[in-house]
Nanobody, 120 residues
Framework: VQLVESGGGLVQAGGSLRLACAAS????????MGWYRQAPGMQRDMVAR???????IYADSVKGRFTITRDNGKSTIYLQMNSLKPEDTAVYYC???????????????WGQGTQVTVSS
């Protein structure tokens, strides 16, 4: 299994970034995909998740600003991040977990992470 994230970078507060995660080695349509983030000294937290049928859930802190989507034909998910805040600064990780174990992301696979830095 390989999850490759891209799209991170440095942006000013109020700006936008779009992350992408390309998956290989899995049956994409059987997996719940998600974005998680980890700031220095903090635990890794869920940002957004999307089911194969494109149902979504978001952390309260990003609702209305971030949008997760998936392209099953390209085995890729995206995270559109708008109105970015300094507190969004973190390493963002892509996760793929089989539908049989939806509540256990650590049983799935993780990408290597991409840094997002929001300056004030």
């Amino acid at each position: 299994v390989q999850l490759v994230e891209s799209g991170g970078g440095l942006v000013q507060a109020g700006g936008s970034l779009r992350l992408a995660c390309a998956a290989s080695g899995i049956i994409f349509s059987n997996h719940i995909m998600g974005w998680y983030r980890q700031a220095p000294g903090m635990q890794r937290d869920m940002v957004a998740r999307i089911t194969p049928g494109s149902s979504t859930i978001y952390a309260d802190s990003v609702k209305g600003r971030f949008t997760i989507t998936r392209d099953n034909g390209k085995s890729t998910i995206y995270l559109q991040m708008n109105s970015l805040k300094p507190e969004d600064t973190a390493v963002y990780y892509c996760n793929a977990v089989h539908m049989a174990t939806p509540h256990y992301p650590d049983l799935g696979s993780w990408g290597q992470g991409t840094q997002v830095t929001v300056s004030s």
